[in-house]
């Protein structure tokens, strides 16, 4: 079974040992995105859910562009808040970016991250 990294340069780069996303290749193409955080590739993270969302969004769609893919190659989201308020707000970002509902999909509300400014982290399992 033949594994790919994914680091696209365009965005900040793992904070430790892992990838953004791994392509395993085994007759179907499948990527496991790690959890994206709302942090730019200049280490900027907004102050609101909504931005660090989208940066989140941002971030996923360029390791499944690096990957050969897009968002319609999903089959799953995790997705994980730190506050029961910002779920509407992860809702409407990710409507964003997805239409339809032909994909597996998790929210966990979470007491923090390894930084206490995040508030959003976001992961994918894609298929081609």
């Given at each position: 079974?033949?594994?790919?990294?994914?680091?696209?340069?365009?965005?900040?780069?793992?904070?430790?040992?892992?990838?953004?996303?791994?392509?395993?290749e085994?007759g179907?193409?499948?990527l496991?995105?790690?959890?994206?955080?709302?942090?730019?590739?200049?280490?900027?993270?907004?102050?609101?859910?909504?931005?660090q969302?989208?940066?989140?969004?941002?971030?996923i769609?360029?390791?499944?562009?690096?990957?050969?893919?897009?968002?319609?190659?999903?089959?799953?989201?995790?997705?994980?808040?730190?506050?029961?308020?910002?779920?509407?707000?992860?809702?409407?970002?990710r409507?964003?970016?997805?239409?339809?509902?032909?994909?597996a999909?998790?929210?966990?509300?979470?007491?923090?991250?390894?930084?206490?400014?995040?508030?959003?982290?976001?992961?994918?399992?894609?298929?081609?």
């Open positions: 079974m033949g594994r790919t990294s994914i680091n696209p340069p365009t965005i900040r780069q793992p904070f430790a040992a892992y990838s953004h996303g791994l392509v395993v085994d179907k193409r499948i496991f995105a790690s959890g994206q955080l709302g942090v730019g590739p200049d280490d900027f993270i907004p102050e609101s859910a909504e931005d969302a989208v940066i989140c969004f941002e971030n769609r360029a390791i499944l562009a690096e990957a050969g893919m897009d968002f319609s190659h999903v089959v799953r989201f995790s997705a994980f808040v730190t506050d029961r308020a910002y779920f509407p707000v992860y809702g409407s970002v409507s964003r970016y997805v239409s339809g509902n032909a994909f999909s998790t929210l966990l509300i979470v007491s923090g991250f390894t930084r206490p400014e995040f508030k959003v982290e976001v992961e994918v399992t894609a298929v081609a």
